[in-house]
């Protein structure tokens, strides 16, 4: 059964760095054909791709987030992370991660709520 | 970049068919999945590759797609299919991954 659990700090201030790791059980994240990728919900709104990353360790990142968004994973930890610089209100959401096939997203975590706040 | 335009809200009585659109250009061309996400919960999909059902997802929950517009039809809807839905597709041309708005579905 794969399970994927969100895990960070709930609060981030202005203009700091958000840091999320994803731990992730019962698949090895180095299994070829997945992806891990993060979403983002802001309070009341629609689901925002933010990026992803291949067992191979290619990178895809929404153009709109791209310049401040770095995804890497921890293979030996089975764990894959977030990292979004230079945090505004408008970053303040739930922050899923998921597996996904090129197509579609199958399994997601259950997401944690990030706050930006001073 | 790739849109994808769902209307924001549907309200229904019991045991109607209620049908969730989404636009996008030429959106036949792409595969459409759709994701239900009750209150507080992550997405769940509900129909992938436009029209298939992963495990466990009632016959009620059904998809096609044609032109420039997807669809998700709930048969005999009921209270608990009440929740937010949304697609997504895959732009293979800017390798994005993208979401429609979503739409609120209310059972009266």
Redesign the interface.
Known sequence: QVQLQESGPGVVKPSETLSLTCSVSGVSINRTRYYWGWIRQSPGKGLEWIGSIYYSGSTYYNPSLKSRVSISVDTSKNRVSLKLDSVTAADTAAYHCARHELRYFDQWGQGTLVTVSS | ?YVLTQPPSLSLAPGQTARITCGGSNIVSK?V?W?QQMPG?????VV??DRDR?SGIPERFSGTNSGNTATLTISRVEAGDEA?Y?C???DSS?????????TKLTVL
């Open positions: 970049s595969s999945h994701y919960q992550a997405p769940a999909m992938y590759d992963p937010d949304y997504q597709v895959w800017s390798d994005r991954w993208v979401f429609g708005g979503g």
